[in-house]
């Protein structure tokens, strides 16, 4: 025979929601059939525990989101408490008698002077509506607005943790939806506190109606006097506005606590503990005057010298252990101070630099700020993440900070400290761009394009889908700003490859294919060496994505070799497939601009090792022939929307790259090595100088 799993308590927990949409139906069907008086005595008891249940529970919360259903329990409460008040108006009015729950209530507070009942009544109704509803409601609608004011701040603090490092995308996130549940709690508590005066109000007017058409119907239609029928009425509608109103003026008081202990880290009363009873000073001088109002003639004599022995026994306790913890404190410095010896200051943090850092005016900070819908930060995520997945690098956080010395809208990336980009946005704006290159018919704000340096429009979101009918590209003013910040990590991508990222992606590899890394790694090659060959692949913007095939190619060829420009050739070569396939055109054909063989051979004869590699020894004038040739022929090939790279032979592929590369950073050179049998070459044109 199994065992049942899980206590009752537990099944109960695991079908909440169920008896909870159970009791919500069952107060509305409260409302409109009557119920039996021993149905609405339990009810009462229920309502009356549940109160001080949510009492206790707001003085032993610590952070307001533990409680952060109170809201919407107040609203059921409130709903729960007018459902019984009508099924006890309901029962008084048509059976003079309401349960033994209401009786006892009235006789207990009443006794034998309705009047003084009464008066106890109204005094309640006037605690809980004048004191402590409009004295929470008012402190729930101060902090609703300072929480929402306060966000954007908040938002802009968890993003700097995020871009510097501090915390993960988990930890943002989770604190991104605190964040958000605090600030839904503060908002919604200021609406719920008008459940609780609308009770109140809803209290005074049920009962009225209790006593007034009690009496009416008694004399009307029972012919009864109309002191018997007071004398009727007013024990159960006393006895039914005490049973509901004392419940609700628990919550109102539950309410109260919650919204002005917002900042608090401990329960109620560990706060009162510490904070109240803590200074032997303040306790001595209560002592002195409780002494005095005991000695004046016409006062207790024995109440207050009481509290005045109590007050003095607490300042003589207090005092004496505030000495105890003072000596404690001083004996632990003395050996802190024996212990340590004088420390230099860490300058270190003087001297460290940020990898990548975006440098914003104030203008962009909307565009950071996920509140006002800025997307910039989601963005820049999607930017390492797309780097990790292209090209095969982990870039580290970026951070991005305001600069007060930019101009309003103004942005500059940095590397390592150094500014190597700036550009310009206008948030709320659109940037419209042409890609026939023609003039732009809009009415907008010139601008070039910072990534490419195209021609440009900050045009309105207004003419969006005009632009758009003319067949215009038109992009954001985070976009262009991602967009540009990805063009500057494809530029510099080997300068952000540290030996410690490189360290992260080949453990991350040896877990899988230990053997080639035990191989390689550091009996043929050094960390630095591989560093090396990798940041001369990605200086030419071939990803590295495929690090095991580099590193068997490595393993393969350096035992043999440890030039580091003949490596990275080999590489190429077994990465040919990865590099030539970005540069075939839509029909899968290769185009080419081949280099005169003449040329070749000069640039062959000429050659000089350094320690960054092999170099052309040409004379000046015939360098700048040749840039003048590469210009003619990608010129006359861009009016027909070829976009070719140079075939080089591989022995003068890696300086003839060197030698042009400062005139033609985007230009691609291949060597015949690198290019699959199977793809197709199609020559477009040759590089040549004079007398070739």
């Not at 009770?199 to 049920?206: N, P, Q």
């Not at 070719?644 to 400062?662: H, N």
Request: charged share 20%; glycine share 6%; net charge negative.
């Amino acid at each position: 025979m199994s065992k049942p799993s899980g206590n009752a308590l537990t099944r109960v927990s695991n079908n909440m929601d169920i008896l909870t949409a159970i009791g919500v139906l069952g107060i509305v069907v409260l409302i409109i059939l009557p119920i039996h008086t021993t149905m609405l005595d339990i009810l009462l008891s229920f309502n009356i525990t549940l109160s001080v249940i949510i009492l206790l529970l707001s003085m032993f919360t610590t952070e307001i989101l533990q409680f952060s259903v109170f809201p919407t329990l107040l609203l059921v409460t409130t709903l729960f408490r007018l459902g019984l008040n009508i099924s006890s108006t309901r029962l008084i009015l048509s059976q003079r008698y309401a349960g033994q729950v209401v009786e006892a209530f009235g006789s207990f507070v009443t006794g034998d002077n309705y009047i003084v009942g009464a008066i106890i009544f109204v005094i309640i109704i006037v605690i809980q509506l004048v004191v402590i509803t409009n004295g929470a409601g008012r402190v729930s609608e101060v902090s609703a607005r300072f929480t929402l004011d306060a966000m954007p701040g908040k938002q802009m603090s968890i993003d700097a943790d995020l871009n510097a490092g501090v915390i993960n995308d988990e930890e943002a996130k989770a604190r991104r939806e605190k964040l958000q549940r605090e600030s839904d709690f503060y908002g919604a508590m200021d609406g719920a506190m008008k459940f609780v005066k609308g009770d109140s109000i809803a209290g005074i007017i049920i009962t009225l109606i209790n006593f007034i058409g009690g009496i009416a119907i008694t004399v009307f239609q029972d012919g009864l006097p109309v002191m018997d029928a007071i004398e009727q009425f007013a024990l159960l509608t006393i006895g039914d506005g005490l049973v509901t109103q004392v419940p609700s003026l628990l919550i109102s008081v539950a309410a109260g606590v919650l919204v002005t202990r917002s900042a608090s880290r401990e329960n109620l009363g560990t706060d009162i503990g510490r904070q109240l009873f803590t200074m032997p000073k303040v306790m001595a001088i209560a002592a002195v005057i409780m002494l005095s109002l005991g000695i004046v003639p016409g006062l207790p004599t024995i109440p207050f010298l009481v509290l005045a022995a109590g007050c003095g026994t607490s300042a003589y306790l207090l005092s004496k252990e505030e000495k105890l913890n003072q000596a404690k404190a001083e004996a632990a410095a003395a050996a802190d101070m024996a212990a340590e010896s004088p420390v230099p200051e860490n300058f270190m943090s003087y001297v460290q630099v940020e990898p990548l850092e975006i440098e914003i005016g104030y203008g962009l900070i909307s565009l950071a700020d996920d509140r006002n819908g800025g997307d910039l930060l989601d963005r820049i995520a999607g930017i390492r993440r797309q780097c990790a997945r292209d090209m095969g690098i982990v870039i580290q956080p970026i951070r991005i900070r305001d600069n007060l010395q930019l101009a309003t809208n103004e942005y500059t990336l940095k590397i390592k400290g150094i500014e190597v980009a700036r550009g310009t946005v206008m948030p709320n704006h659109l940037l419209v761009m042409n890609p026939t290159g023609e003039e732009i018919n809009l009415k907008g704000i010139s601008a070039v394009e910072p990534a490419f340096g195209l021609p440009a429009l900050w045009i309105e979101e207004k003419l969006r889908e005009e632009a758009e009918i003319l067949g215009y590209t038109v992009v954001d003013a985070t976009t262009v700003m991602v967009t540009h910040l990805n063009e500057i990590i494809k530029e510099h991508s080997y300068e952000l490859l540290s030996r410690q990222e490189v360290k992260k992606l080949i453990d991350g590899l040896k877990e899988n294919y230990s053997a080639v890394v035990d191989e390689l790694i550091p009996n043929l090659l050094s960390l630095g060496e591989v560093q090396k060959v990798l940041q001369n692949l990605l200086r030419e913007r071939v990803p590295i994505k495929d690090l095991v095939t580099i590193l068997e190619t490595l393993a393969d060829y350096a035992a043999s070799t440890k030039n580091i420009e003949l490596l990275t050739e080999y590489v190429r070569f077994a990465l040919g497939r990865t590099i030539v396939m970005p540069y075939l055109n839509n029909d899968k054909v290769l185009n080419v601009i081949t280099i005169h063989p003449e040329l070749e051979k000069l640039i062959s004869e000429n050659l000089q090792k350094s320690f960054q590699g092999s170099f052309p020894a040409i004379e000046p004038s015939l360098n700048t022939r040749i840039l003048e040739s590469i210009h003619e022929q990608t010129e006359r090939l861009a009016l027909r929307q070829i976009h070719p790279v140079i075939l080089a032979s591989p022995k003068i592929r890696a300086p003839f790259k060197r030698l042009i590369e400062m005139a033609f950073p985007q230009l691609a050179v291949l060597s015949l090595n690198e290019i699959p049998n199977n793809i197709e070459i199609e020559s477009v044109g040759m590089v040549s100088v004079d007398g070739n």
